[in-house]
């Protein structure tokens, strides 16, 4: 008999406390075509000026592509969805801005090692290509002292995994906290698998939210 069937209790109330959160979404048809056109342009074009590189390993553009006029809409589309996302949660904050994107081509046998994004609040992924075989992405419990008691279970979920995987497809964008622990699994895939990465922070963020969320009594300097 379970706990919560005991006569003797009144059913437990379950407090999701701490959450970890990710949001993800598709981008719809139409305008997915727009940005995965503008993306492939930018790609291929610096391809086509590096005709040295060789189509192994894993590729990485520079980090400023936010800055591209053509890829203004994808800015503008990632952005809008982070201020939604920190208007749901009541967060104040005067602007969030986009430090960095880069696009990642992955060849065949390419992997990414789990890592974080240090120095920022959201990182996300868009996929401009997701081919079978290369279509997954992991995200790690960040709690590690979590692993210390892992007993057996009957069907898996969010509330006991160690690590989850999401399906991905072309026009897949996934937003989440910078400090979450995510890594790609081998392309088997003989196609280009391309995503698109980008980081997100406040602007102003040593003026307007760094300072200390409290104010003492003795009061020394002016105000």
């Not at 492939?40 to 990485?60: D, F, H, S, V």
Request: aromatic letters at 10%; hydrophobic letters at 40%.
């Amino acid at each position: 008999m379970s706990v919560s069937e005991d006569d003797r209790l009144e059913p437990f109330t379950v407090l999701p406390i701490f959450p970890t959160l990710i949001w993800a979404t598709q981008v719809r048809p139409e305008a997915r075509e727009r940005i995965n056109g503008a993306f492939m342009t930018a790609i291929n074009g610096a391809r086509a000026k590096q005709p040295e590189l060789k189509p192994t390993g894993k590729w990485q553009t520079d980090q400023r592509l936010h800055t591209l006029p053509e890829l203004a809409e994808f800015r503008d589309l990632v952005v809008g969805s982070a201020r939604q996302i920190l208007d749901s949660h009541h967060i104040r904050f005067q602007e969030i801005k986009v430090t960095g994107c880069w696009a990642n081509v992955g060849f065949q046998g390419s992997r990414h090692r789990p890592h974080a994004h240090p120095n920022n609040y959201f990182s996300g992924v868009y996929y401009v290509s997701a081919p079978r075989g290369g279509n997954t992405i992991n995200f790690f419990d960040p709690r590690p002292q979590a692993a210390v008691m892992v007993p057996p279970v009957e069907q898996m979920s969010p509330m006991v995994a160690q690590s989850m995987t999401l399906d991905v497809h072309p026009g897949s964008l996934i937003l989440f906290p910078s400090w979450l622990y995510h890594g790609v699994d081998v392309n088997r895939s003989s196609e280009e698998r391309i995503s698109v990465a980008i980081n997100l922070m406040f602007d102003p963020y040593v003026e307007d939210m760094s300072t200390p969320l409290w104010e003492g009594n003795l009061k020394v300097s002016p105000e």
